[in-house]
């Protein structure tokens, strides 16, 4: 892919030798035509590598709709999610805050602090897996998860909250709305669905989307120069795709302890804990980079607290390469592009 840029750079600048008699009556300069041929490589290399947001991360088996969603809005704000009614999912996954409550471990029902750090469930949907172990395969599956986990939401058991939330005569209604079809509809199922969902709606289009549909102007020069440096420094071999990420597992430390660099105090082995599978051992799932500004700390254990130090790491551990001060800079110049913009209705 570099080379193919490089290239593509050459070609381009052979061929715009010369100022014609029309650039030199418009001003033209030949460096702003070499700049204009490097900046029209890089956005269809970019639109090539990253694609296209879509505006609904749909799911087959769970169709959207706007019942099925105002339910899971409901559900996913209601602290009678939890065993003593202490936290909802929003404790963890704060919408204000781009879906994290910005520590490094979230508190759960008990005020037990969980293991790993809280994913945002902006965007979420369009990951390949659930969890940094990826031991969800959606969203749906991924939303019983922590009301069952006796550190996180701690319900006893599923029965417990069906029998809870089939006393609250809301409930009675939106349920029924949201899965005309079935008889009983308040389900544990249709629970994970709803929260499913709403969350597949949670997709925050940003100025980086409105760059790679043709506005140039989208960007500035260091945020260009900062995706410039992404791509050729090699995030791209795991960060691609619409969501920056999300698509597949890696070492975290593929040229060095991990833990050496963040300074962990725990060292976590990952998905070896779920598969106890040699291979495994420090794998966990790639993160998209949505909002990645907004989201620290860092990694999975929130270990990181500077997002400028944790693109340093990276480059180190997964790249094996040291970035210098200013492509570092530029690099989070480009990552605060992904900042995207939370419809009000979904708050």
Known sequence: MIKQLIFGVAVLTLISCGNTKEDQVAGISQQDKDKAGRDSILHATAANIFGTLPLVADNPDNPVTDNKVKLGKTLFFDVRLSKDNTISCNSCHNLNTYGVDNERFSAGNDKKLGGRNANTVFNVALEFAQFWDGRAKDVEEQAGGPILNKVE???????FLINRLSKVKEYQDLF????????????FLNVQKAIGAFERRLITPSRFDVYL????????????????????AGCINCHSGNVIGGRM??????????????KSTKIDSGRYDLTKNEADKFVFKVPMLRNIAKTGPYFHDGSVSSLKD????????????KLSGKEADDIVAFLNTLTGDVATELK
Do not use: C, H, R
């Open 153 to 159: 939401m701690a319900i006893p058991d599923k029965d």
């Open 176 to 187: 029924a709305k949201a899965f005309p079809e079935d008889k009983k509809p308040i389900t």
């Open 213 to 232: 549909k043709g506005d140039q102007t989208a960007l500035t020069d260091k945020e260009k120069e900062g995706l410039n440096t992404f791509i050729s």
């Open 249 to 262: 597992f890696q070492k975290f430390g593929l040229f060095g302890n991990y833990w050496d660099y963040t």
């Open 310 to 321: 944790a693109v340093g790491i990276m480059a180190q551990l997964q790249l094996n390469k």
